[in-house]
């Protein structure tokens, strides 16, 4: 249990806390139980969401006791966005992507053992609340000129369409969530992403102003780019963990062409490896970065985390058998279906010469120039290089009666997509 917090400082898990020395003290004397809260606006969790469940992951496993809630109320609100009022959800629809997220929380945590995570849901607890309770008990002890100085209420403040009262109130049922499970189960500290801050702000000084005692907050960073942008929802660019909104092919591409100025961060923050072993990932990105060692011992370990190792198998395979020598027979429908979703293609027929093949997916701008990548050796279908300049695809060319892969070159891929009509 000793050392937790260091360690998560040093992966680079930690962007704010409050009163540091007094976290870390409580973390090394222990346990103490801990919660992560999750909005259902949308049907699964992402790549951001990941982080703060590998945090509590690293928690669990250093022997404190684990909260995971899912917002069934607070998804009925919504976070007030920074630049608009957010669409409300109906409750059918916040209802599915609660018990979406459930299952996906559930995988990442042990929710059995010696130490069970415990899933919640403010809704239980939120509901049977009438609206002069909520005010009288809970309303009293917030001060609106505190409350408009949170960022995304300030802005909102400032702009032309405002914010309604039914969004400046989410702070106040976040903080309520806190105050509950600090009464209810003992709960002493709150995680959650940087841009919370302001809401888990207002948990430690709702229960400091209702019950007299201090307790802790802590922030994990924004997963970004290369660029500084961040992955998320609000920028249109979510890594989703749920297979049904991201293939496990695509987020293993993801992970695997991580840049070499990121993949060493990455993976401190989303893997288990050592000090030392992070040490020669970060020698063999200097000295052998054409390698790229770190980057596939990123995508296998983190695709394993969400997927399974089942899926990441199919997923390597995949990899190896679109841009390596592997056998793009082999591949499953499902797989091929995901790996070939990306490519650019065109549809062709069963007959077509391999010449009009080229014109149609672009390969080519004319018949001399694909004559001419023929005769260099440049072109294959399903890694199989093609050698007469007169051959035509053929029905078995179309793995699993879809698509073929055409190939100029070791980096320049095609779909072949067999024409419905």
Same mark, same amino acid.
């Not at 409050?18 to 007094?22: H, K, N, V, Y």
């Not at 002890?141 to 995304?152: E, G, L, S, T």
């Given at each position: 249990m000793s050392g937790i917090f260091d360690e998560l400082m040093w992966r680079g898990l930690v962007a704010q806390s409050? /009163?540091?020395?007094?976290l870390r003290a409580a973390l090394d004397e222990g346990p103490i139980t801990m919660y992560v809260g999750f909005d259902?606006?949308?049907?699964? =969790?992402?790549? #951001?969401?990941? !982080?703060?469940?590998? !945090?509590?992951?690293?928690?669990?496993r250093a022997g404190h006791r684990v909260l995971c809630l899912v917002g069934g109320s607070t998804g009925l609100i919504g976070d007030p966005k920074p630049d608009s009022e957010r669409v409300l959800r109906d409750k059918e629809q916040v209802a599915g992507a609660v018990e979406a997220i459930r299952r996906e929380a559930a995988s990442l945590l042990d929710f059995t053992g010696d130490n069970p995570a415990m899933m919640v849901n403010n809704l239980d607890w939120t509901e049977p609340i009438s609206a002069l309770d909520f005010l009288r008990d809970y309303g009293k002890?917030?001060?609106?000129?505190?409350?408009? %100085?949170? /960022?995304?209420v300030s802005r909102r403040l400032n702009s032309e369409q405002g914010i309604s009262y039914t969004e400046f109130s989410y702070q106040i049922l976040q903080a309520l /969530?806190?105050?509950?499970?600090?009464?209810? *189960? %003992?709960?002493?500290?709150? =995680? #959650?992403? &940087?841009?919370?801050?302001?809401?888990?702000?207002? #948990?430690?000084?709702?229960?400091?102003?209702? *019950?007299? !005692?201090?307790v802790h907050a802590m922030t994990t960073p924004l997963v970004t780019d290369a660029s500084g942008r961040k992955y998320g929802k609000s *920028?249109?660019?979510?890594?989703?963990?749920?297979?049904?909104?991201? &293939?496990?092919?695509?987020?293993?591409q993801f992970w695997i062409n991580m840049d070499d100025a990121d993949v060493v961060e990455k993976l401190r923050i989303f893997t288990d490896f050592t000090r030392e072993e992070m040490d020669e990932f970060e020698r063999q990105v200097a000295d052998e970065p054409f390698r790229r060692t770190a980057q596939k011992a990123l995508a296998e370990s983190v695709t394993t985390l969400v997927h399974g190792g089942e899926a990441t198998a199919a997923a390597q395979a995949a990899s190896e058998a679109l841009f390596g020598k592997g056998d793009v027979t082999a591949l499953d429908p499902r797989t091929l279906a995901d790996a070939t979703a990306e490519l650019p293609g065109g549809e062709v027929r069963v007959g077509d010469t391999i010449i009009d093949v080229l014109i149609a997916l672009d390969i080519a701008d004319s018949r001399n120039s694909a004559r001419r990548l023929i005769g260099d050796g #440049?072109? &294959?279908?399903?890694?199989?290089?093609? &050698?007469?300049? /007169?051959?035509?695809?053929?029905?078995d060319d179309f793995l699993h009666g879809s698509v073929a892969i055409v190939k100029r070159g070791r980096k320049h891929l095609c779909a072949a997509r067999l024409t419905q009509d």
């Open positions: 409050t /009163d540091e020395t007094a259902p606006s949308a049907d699964s =969790l992402h790549i #951001g969401n990941l !982080v703060q469940l590998i !945090v509590a992951r690293k928690m669990q002890h917030f001060r609106v000129n505190a409350m408009i %100085k949170k /960022d995304a /969530d806190f105050l509950h499970l600090h009464r209810a *189960e %003992k709960c002493t500290l709150q =995680l #959650g992403g &940087s841009d919370q801050w302001g809401n888990l702000l207002a #948990g430690v000084d709702l229960i400091r102003s209702a *019950e007299g !005692v201090s *920028e249109g660019n979510a890594l989703w963990l749920s297979p049904e909104l991201m &293939s496990p092919y695509a987020f293993y #440049g072109v &294959s279908v399903n890694n199989v290089k093609v &050698s007469d300049v /007169d051959a035509v695809i053929t029905a």
